[in-house]
């Protein structure tokens, strides 16, 4: 497949001023008629005019009133060019298009009977021939007509300016967008839809049109949405003074669509999953992550759409900065400490979740990709999540005023303007005066970096010593790397758990005062900044030998190496001041014990309490029963790494140990503490009606997993708990967390339980995605079982969010029986990477990226995982999707 390059990067040869188009829209044959004005790019040195195009009927060409003869153009692979046109060209192209037959989600297709678009990145080419490419800007104009009784309401980007009848028993209207954007941000929608709507003043006084437009019968599940918008507009204009631009915003939802959301310019449309929302059908996860998602394709409006990418290589640009943006305002709306403390907590666990191994295996890519074969496989959590906490880095490194200032130069510089993540860097050096010169390698080369501590305490001087060493493993491409500039916030606790005011030393050790900000005189946490390969800082007047709280609220996205003892963790864990470190030091503790049981399991222990100490129980206990700590806390310091975080620490990994591991070892601390699950379980109800805020999600949170360890002890009154949990729920947080539990046990009710919740909600498609997935990631369920669940009624390949429901659940959320020994879990993935390549691409390139860290595995799994890739790899038809994430796997 043909590979291209951000070296290779050129400016357009032509622009585009204006964008006229008229859709006659029809499911079988939509005619589009584009009127485009474009002028020579004086700067560039393309003579040709390029446009592209895919699966369309040409249907007339005119140019500058003069229809196009054969032989005045060329209609290529995807492209059509005129050679030598003039310098100024009006262009009238007419295509068609099918929207019926349209199963890739990209270009304009039809859903429950509905019309929508989905041009990120290059769908606008399925739509008609245009230089689609994000640098080429334009306004646009667009008249839609349609049959009026099945499609009454038609949407465009920007303001509706005209709508009527056509007699005919057709009707239109007509949008036009005064701000000029690339051809992605193009969307439309027509169909049978109602919406709620709200007028909401903005802080400059004008009022704004709000929109949430659903099918029929959704009308109820639109509040959390509407509320997540009005608070994001509003933080906007706090936090950064941006304010909305356009008289009128919308949000669309559609059942089937590829990704989460997206931000077409004042006609955002988002996957249902990230819309709909009610205590009867949503968890309170789903109204998080409606409120980010919400937030998220609203601040797009300003970093993204306002300024955007010059080319799809920039791609973090945008996506890096929203994700940062997305982040700090659920901080914000939760708007306590501890609350904060929590969701970074949530960011880093995906981060290391899913970023960490990616950045590890075949499809590593730095937070600017340097080539790619396909873009659509660049959406990722590089992109996405580290690109978040290379901008976090900025405020971390310049002071929350700092980065406002970057912030405010970047817009005063570009709005309006196509740009690179170097203009990004640029205002964050020039508004602050800093330097950021080495941090460009951020962006340019790929892999986690690794920091490794060393620490050394002189009682004559009282000085405690730092040492730090940095490295990088190697990537594809790219075998050496250099030093990065990465901030280390760091505290010191004395013996009673206390910060030490820090002081470091002037002069003498390298690097030491010049990258340290200590406005205060002695702070208690510092931002160490590491710009070598090592460095030492010196801390003076340290009285005692300290315990170090390193690397505080994550503030680099590195591995940091320290020897702690188990006594240190216990210490940290119960003291650190800093809420996130105090969690990571439980990480480090019960990740140690993982994987040292792991090691006996492999050579042949059985698993059983001879094995255990109690500094893992004793630190448990202590969270468990600190009432003073917020439940949401709580939580996630009582969860155990995951089976893929434990994966990706081993050499060679072996699933089934892991799983059996990570089993015994939540068995073991639910018969250790099970009065202390009981009583957290019942101090943590919340009766009374439903609401989705962080303290009471955060106490639901805490009390079913507490259920949940219960429940792995698969004794009758745990069985009894989640039976009557699941009966009296008045919300989905509490009856799928008692389901889930149940399904996972062998409690006589649990067939039952899961027939009546299918009854239930069967006609609530959110809902069944959600019984689908629980199913698939249940201890019992093998491959059998998941093909058994393909055959029910309710399945469908075609729609998205049911195929990641179960087959997405499956191979990646239950490890145990998807790396079956017998290769019948990854026999699975192949068949299904095939059928799905030929219906979407994009859904069927996310598969192929399970397999991603098949060399890792014991080599018996991995000679079958490469029987199943070499399969892919031998498919006829791939997508360039599909093939560019094999063929890299392989190589
Ligand atoms: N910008 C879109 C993603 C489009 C993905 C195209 N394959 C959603 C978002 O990040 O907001
Ligand atoms: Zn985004």
Known sequence: PHTIYRKDYASPSFFVDTVEMGFDLDPDATIVATRLTMRRNPASRGKTLVLYGESLRLVALRMNGKALSKRAYTLGHGTLEIANPPDEVVLEIETVTQPSQNTSLMGLYVSNGNFFTQCEAEGFRKITFFPDRPDVMATYKVMLRADKEKYPVLLGNGNLVEQG??????????????????????????????????????????????????????????????????????????????????????????????????????????????????????????????????????????????????????LSLKEGLTVFRDQEFSADMIGTDSGRAVKRIEDVRVLRQAQFPEDAGPMAHPVRPDSYVEINNFYTVTIYEKGSEVVRMYQTLLGRDGFRKGMDLYFQRHDGQAVECDDFRRAMADASGRNLDQFELWYSQAGTPRVTVATRYDEMSNIYTMSFTQSCPPTPGQPKKLPFHIPVAVGLLDSSGRDIPLRLQKGGTEGSSEGVHANDPAPTTMVLELTQQTQTFDFVGVLEQPVPSLLRNFSAPVVLEYDYTDAELGFLMANDSDPFNRWEAGQRLALRRMLSLVREVKQGAALDASLLDTALTDAFRVTLTDTSLDPAFRELALTLPSESVVAEQMEVVDPQAIHAVRRFLRRSLAQALRAEWLAAYEANLTPGEYSPDAESAGKRGLKNLALSYLLDLDESDGHQLAQSQYDAANNMTDRLSALGALVNSSAPGREDALARFYDEFENEALVIDKWFSLQAVSYNTDVEAVRALMRHPAFSLKNPNRARSLIFSFCSGNPAQFHAPDGSGYAYWAELVITLNALNPQVAARLARVMDRWRKYEPALQRNMRNALEDVAAAKSLSKDVLEVITKSLA
């Open 165 to 314: 009848d056509l007699g005919d028993g057709r009707h239109y209207a007509v949008w036009e967008d005064p701000f000029r954007k690339p051809s992605y941000l193009f969307a439309l929608v027509a169909g049978n839809l109602v919406c709620q709507e709200e007028t909401f003043r903005l802080q400059d006084g004008r009022d704004a049109l709000l929109q949430v437009w659903v099918e029929e019968g959704n009308l109820d599940k639109t509040q959390h949405a509407m509320e997540s918008l009005k608070n994001s507009i509003r933080w906007d204009e706090e936090r950064f003074g941006l304010e909305l631009d356009l008289d009128r915003f919308m949000i669309v939802a559609v059942s089937d669509f590829n990704m989460g959301a997206m931000e077409n310019k004042g006609l955002n449309i988002f996957n249902t999953k990230y819309v709909l929302a009610n205590p009867r059908i949503a968890t309170d996860v789903d109204f998080a992550n409606i409120e980010s998602v919400v937030g998220h394709e609203y601040f797009h409006n300003w970093t993204g759409n306002r300024v955007t990418c010059r080319d799809w290589f920039q």
